[in-house]
């Protein structure tokens, strides 16, 4: 693995960095995209399909004209971008498809802000992100339609500013209210606005993103052109460099990129994953409508996906399920975030794809990092659940609740600076002041040096503390896992008199009535302290609540916890 440089400021400050640093080209997204030596698709590349039915299909040069198509529509007809870039946020909430990816790139060329909704949303979430983006556009696919109209009446928006976005059975992009549509064959075009100002490539607005809200109510995420470009180009340098030097050296080189896209494009893992990065790779696509346990499984072995990016519930669920046979057989890359990963799971994960030869690497970052600030290097591999080495041009400390760097081997909230960070939330001064200090963004997740690897603990909100000792409900979760009989587990903390907390387990088991609570109790006894043991009980439950990117959703869980049990008498 990579080395990291640890480094003592003048200021006393350790400070972790990658000994490398990449010049990043000054151009917008879309010019890095389309127009640049520096993005593999060629024009008739194969890039975003149906899974279901790949004739249904864009390359590059289709998209360039779709996205053209849809630029014109938007500024002409719906008036976005027209008072000057980065001002009309325009909402979408779609189910997978491959038009998606066109809409994202037509929103930007027309000086729009692409602003992601999950599809799972209700009519009032959706609402209230129309709402706290001042949007004045919605568009839908076709399947959220009624969804798309009770959350317009909701937000106060008229009919004729909802936008019906449809791959399948044709291309369609159409206003809901006026009918007005764009002619995606022949229509008039209007080609996007090349940005190489580097202070405007810096402070500009085309994505935003809302945090994941598994604590609390989600805050809207803004990113730049600069942010998108620098978290597309900064990895592919040693990577690119890595695949050349090994096909020198005779190696094979590896297979085209195919992915399935099943998570969500309200996530930064599916803004990054499924929209920009295969026309920078020259790779394709194929999009699912959403994800679903068996198509997902039948489509990895149809379509013969190469590499994957997903997140570690589904991982779970691969490494345990008997319905995985070779269905993982041609994967070369797989790529675990957002949530961590312990070493057991990994390795169990790791069984399954690729014959048994391909090893998961892990990377951490947030949507306020525009995704990675950690990856593992082409060609190296970790299995003991580090979140891999620092990415060039990145920051970070781990440091004390006043701010004080913590000695290697002692857990700590990680802070970073770098040119991934947002330049801040939304219309949300008061949370943007809370979540810097002194230039370093607060990311809230608590981690450790451990002999020069990085370790997610927990988020600082979620840690727990009994008599004055942290519980990391990750950790019980991780090993919770580890019980054959335990299909998932999630851990929230009960409240018990004199300001402590005590972990309770939910626990989804493969069979009903294979476990006990007092197997569960046990299971933990032997294997972790004594002050983080399940005082708070076991529950069991059919599923656990997650949101769409598959992270649990603690918060509907405590307050689940609360209702079925307002004191616990826990004995302590």
């Given at each position: 693995?990579?080395?990291?440089t640890?480094?003592?400021?003048k200021?006393?400050?350790?400070?972790?960095?990658?000994p490398?640093?990449?010049?990043?080209p000054?151009?917008?997204?879309?010019?890095l995209?389309?127009?640049?030596?520096?993005?593999?698709?060629?024009?008739?590349?194969?890039?975003?399909?149906?899974?279901?039915?790949?004739?249904?299909?864009?390359?590059?040069?289709t998209?360039?004209?779709l996205t053209?198509?849809?630029?014109y529509?938007?500024?002409?007809?719906?008036?976005?971008?027209?008072?000057?870039?980065?001002?009309?946020?325009v909402?979408?909430?779609?189910?997978?498809?491959?038009?998606?990816?066109?809409?994202?790139?037509?929103?930007?060329?027309?000086?729009?802000?692409?602003s992601a909704?999950?599809?799972?949303?209700?009519?009032?979430?959706?609402?209230?992100?129309?709402?706290?983006?001042?949007?004045?556009?919605?568009?839908?696919?076709?399947?959220?339609?009624d969804v798309?109209?009770?959350?317009?009446?909701?937000?106060?928006?008229?009919?004729?500013?909802v936008?019906?976005?449809?791959?399948?059975?044709?291309?369609?992009v159409?206003?809901?209210?006026?009918?007005?549509?764009?002619?995606?064959v022949?229509?008039?075009?209007?080609?996007?606005?090349?940005?190489?100002?580097?202070?405007?490539l810096q402070?500009s607005?085309?994505?935003?993103?809302?945090?994941?809200?598994?604590?609390?109510?989600p805050?809207?995420?803004?990113?730049s052109h600069?942010?998108?470009?620098?978290q597309l180009y900064?990895?592919?340098?040693?990577?690119?460099?890595?695949?050349?030097?090994?096909?020198a050296?005779?190696?094979?080189?590896?297979?085209?990129?195919?992915?399935?896209?099943?998570?969500?494009?309200?996530?930064i893992?599916?803004v990054?994953?499924?929209?920009?990065?295969?026309?920078?790779?020259?790779?394709?696509?194929?999009?699912?409508?959403?994800?679903?346990?068996?198509?997902?499984?039948?489509?990895?072995?149809?379509?013969?996906?190469?590499?994957?990016?997903?997140?570690?519930?589904?991982?779970?669920?691969?490494?345990?399920?008997?319905d995985?046979?070779?269905q993982?057989?041609?994967?070369?890359?797989?790529i675990t975030?957002?949530?961590?990963?312990?070493?057991?799971?990994?390795?169990?994960?790791?069984?399954?794809l690729?014959?048994?030869?391909?090893?998961?690497?892990?990377?951490?970052?947030?949507?306020?990092?525009t995704?990675?600030?950690?990856?593992?290097?082409?060609?190296?591999?970790?299995?003991?659940?580090?979140?891999?080495?620092?990415?060039?041009?990145?920051?970070m400390?781990?440091?004390?609740?006043?701010?004080?760097?913590?000695?290697?081997g002692l857990?700590?909230?990680?802070?970073?600076?770098?040119?991934?960070?947002?330049?801040?939330?939304?219309d949300?001064?008061?949370?943007?002041?809370?979540?810097f200090?002194?230039?370093?963004?607060?990311?809230?997740?608590i981690?450790?040096?451990?002999?020069g690897?990085?370790?997610?603990?927990?988020?600082?909100?979620?840690?727990?503390?009994y008599?004055?000792?942290?519980i990391?409900?990750?950790?019980?979760?991780?090993?919770?896992?580890?019980?054959?009989?335990?299909?998932?587990?999630?851990?929230?903390?009960?409240?018990?008199?004199?300001?402590?907390?005590?972990?309770r387990a939910?626990?989804?088991?493969r069979?009903?009535?294979?476990?006990?609570?007092?197997?569960?109790?046990?299971?933990?006894?032997?294997?972790?302290?004594?002050?983080?043991?399940?005082?708070?009980?076991?529950?069991?439950?059919?599923?656990?609540?997650?949101?769409?990117?598959?992270?649990?959703?603690?918060?509907?869980l405590r307050?689940?916890?609360?209702?079925?049990d307002?004191s616990v008498?826990?004995?302590?």
């Amino acid at each position: 693995m990579a080395a990291v440089t640890r480094s003592i400021s003048k200021d006393g400050m350790r400070i972790y960095k990658n000994p490398n640093s990449v010049d990043v080209p000054k151009v917008d997204l879309l010019s890095l995209l389309f127009d640049s030596e520096h993005s593999l698709a060629q024009e008739d590349t194969p890039l975003h399909l149906s899974a279901a039915n790949p004739d249904i299909c864009l390359t590059k040069s289709t998209l360039r004209a779709l996205t053209e198509r849809i630029a014109y529509f938007l500024r002409h007809s719906l008036s976005v971008g027209a008072r000057g870039p980065y001002q009309d946020v325009v909402v979408v909430c779609s189910s997978g498809q491959p038009a998606a990816a066109a809409l994202f790139y037509g929103v930007v060329g027309a000086g729009g802000v692409f602003s992601a909704a999950s599809p799972s949303y209700t009519p009032e979430e959706l609402a209230r992100q129309v709402t706290q983006g001042h949007s004045k556009l919605l568009v839908v696919s076709g399947d959220k339609m009624d969804v798309g109209r009770k959350a317009a009446r909701l937000a106060g928006l008229p009919l004729d500013r909802v936008v019906v976005l449809n791959s399948e059975p044709s291309w369609e992009v159409r206003s809901l209210g006026s009918g007005e549509a764009v002619d995606v064959v022949n229509g008039p075009r209007m080609p996007w606005r090349r940005v190489t100002d580097e202070r405007e490539l810096q402070r500009s607005l085309i994505v935003l993103l809302y945090s994941s809200g598994t604590t609390g109510v989600p805050k809207g995420v803004m990113l730049s052109h600069y942010n998108l470009v620098c978290q597309l180009y900064i990895p592919s340098v040693q990577a690119r460099a890595h695949v050349a030097a090994a096909v020198a050296a005779g190696e094979p080189a590896p297979s085209p990129f195919r992915t399935l896209a099943h998570l969500p494009i309200a996530h930064i893992a599916g803004v990054f994953g499924y929209l920009m990065s295969p026309m920078f790779s020259g790779g394709a696509v194929y999009w699912m409508p959403k994800f679903s346990w068996q198509p997902f499984l039948a489509y990895f072995k149809k379509l013969h996906i190469t590499g994957f990016y997903t997140v570690p519930s589904i991982f779970l669920r691969i490494a345990k399920s008997t319905d995985v046979t070779d269905q993982f057989d041609t994967v070369e890359v797989a790529i675990t975030g957002a949530a961590p990963m312990d070493a057991e799971l990994q390795q169990a994960a790791n069984a399954r794809l690729g014959k048994g030869k391909t090893r998961i690497s892990q990377t951490w970052g947030l949507s306020e990092t525009t995704g990675a600030v950690t990856a593992m290097p082409r060609g190296s591999s970790d299995v003991t659940g580090s979140i891999s080495p620092v990415l060039p041009n990145m920051e970070m400390r781990i440091v004390d609740d006043e701010y004080n760097d913590v000695e290697p081997g002692l857990p700590g909230e990680i802070i970073v600076r770098g040119p991934f960070v947002t330049n801040g939330y939304f219309d949300n001064d008061e949370a943007t002041k809370a979540t810097f200090h002194d230039g370093w963004f607060c990311t809230g997740d608590i981690g450790v040096d451990r002999q020069g690897k990085f370790y997610i603990v927990d988020r600082k909100k979620e840690l727990l503390k009994y008599k004055g000792l942290q519980i990391a409900p990750a950790e019980l979760e991780n090993h919770l896992n580890t019980h054959p009989e335990i299909l998932e587990a999630a851990v929230v903390g009960m409240p018990i008199e004199g300001g402590s907390e005590v972990p309770r387990a939910y626990v989804v088991s493969r069979r009903n009535g294979t476990l006990s609570e007092d197997d569960v109790k046990d299971f933990v006894r032997g294997a972790l302290a004594e002050y983080k043991q399940l005082r708070g009980g076991v529950r069991f439950v059919d599923e656990l609540p997650k949101n769409a990117v598959g992270k649990i959703l603690r918060r509907e869980l405590r307050d689940k916890a609360r209702a079925e049990d307002s004191s616990v008498k826990a004995k302590l």
